[in-house]
């Protein structure tokens, strides 16, 4: 952590909030700072689901660098959230394009990390789960010790052979032709996966929002412009009417970069409930 910046919190300001983050192995400040307020629980799939989204933007709105992954936009700043945010995460839920582009493996924590994902009442590794229709995955993905969650239609016509490959019970069957997303999250949290982080893609971010069921959304904005046909952090959503409002939860920053945390709410949905 020692070229992480230390994070100033902006907001939420009072006595009990301390005013800077400095970088820790352990990021036991940072993480209880994101955890001292649950979100609201998703209405969709039970009363103890948390649903947090987290993305990053440039400041002209664009979801990834020319590159077309995040790599290139994000930074030691965005990063420290990234992996508090995972500390706490029972399951990170990913599109099977963002998994390609970003090259995923296998999720795991440094000592440090994972001893206060233990203190925080966490015992198992993170899973990881990927949304595909096609079930096109990386082999060193599905190869590995722990293979991902595989979340995925009837009409896969690679269903048994993901099956045959990472075992039936890594295989969830969320939908006939399409994936359905309640399906999926009720299907996590059947598995004890109640604490659901999505990476996106924006694609699969759109969809969550569209059906209402994302509580939380970690947004950072790096100072850069990238100009293009980048996606959005909702990308190929239709428009949302009525428009989803959000309150702001809290806001870092470090180097420019501003890390914000709001809590989404669903139309018709109140904090009373």
Known sequence: MTDAPPLDVLLPRSDRTRVRLEPRADEAELVALIDERPAERTQHTGPTLVVRANMITTLDGAATGPDHVTGSINGPADLRVFEALRVLADVVLVGAGTVRQERYN??????????????????????????????????????ADRPPLVVTTAANPRLDALRERVGTDRVVVAGDVEVDLVVTLRALVDRGLTNVLTEGGPSLLAELVARDLVDELFLSWSPVLTGGPAPRVLDGAPWLNPPREAALLHLLHADGVLLGRWGVRAPGRHESN
């Open 106 to 143: 296998t999720l795991t924590l440094p000592e440090p990390l994972a001893a206060t994902r233990r203190a925080h009442g966490r015992e198992a590794p993170i899973e990881l789960a990927v949304v595909t229709r096609s079930g096109d995955l990386p082999d060193p993905l599905l190869d």
